[in-house]
């Protein structure tokens, strides 16, 4: 069965960077979308930043366009969150997705993604 294990969230200051890891295991990685999700406490689950596995293509909501970067070791079936410029407001629970969906315009709606990550922490304080 597909899962994906998450790793690399922490506590740090503002300003600071973070990356965190997702590995896919159990089904083809290929020709999917990868995607970072984040929930804070009372809040909806939001998308922040996505991949299409095989194209390469790359997403961003825009809170963190130039300052988060999503890749991938396809060999490793893992994808990547570098986060840089951390701010407070980017404290939240931080999930991996994977879709098999093919529209870009639902990169960031949660019930497109077939399997989800356990989520990993990120706090960020002033």
């Known amino acids: 069965h597909v899962q994906l294990v998450e790793s690399g969230g922490g506590s740090v200051q503002a300003g600071g960077s973070l990356r965190l890891s997702c590995t896919y295991s159990?089904?083809?990685?290929?020709?999917?979308?990868m995607s970072w999700f984040r929930q804070a406490p009372g809040k909806a689950r939001e998308g922040v930043a996505a991949?299409?596995?095989?194209?390469?293509?790359?997403y961003y909501t825009d809170s963190v366009k130039g300052r988060f970067t999503i890749s991938q070791d396809n060999v490793k079936n893992t994808v990547y969150l570098q986060m840089n410029g951390l701010k407070p407001e980017d404290t939240a629970m931080y999930y991996c997705?994977?879709?098999?969906?093919?529209?870009?315009?639902?990169?960031?709606?949660?019930?497109?993604?077939?399997?989800w990550g356990q989520g990993t922490q990120v706090s960020v304080s002033s």
């Open positions: 991949m299409h596995t095989r194209a390469g293509t790359t």
């Open positions: 997705a994977a879709g098999t969906f093919t529209a870009v315009a639902w990169v960031f709606e949660v019930n497109r993604y077939n399997y």
């Open positions: 159990g089904d083809s990685y290929s020709n999917k979308f």
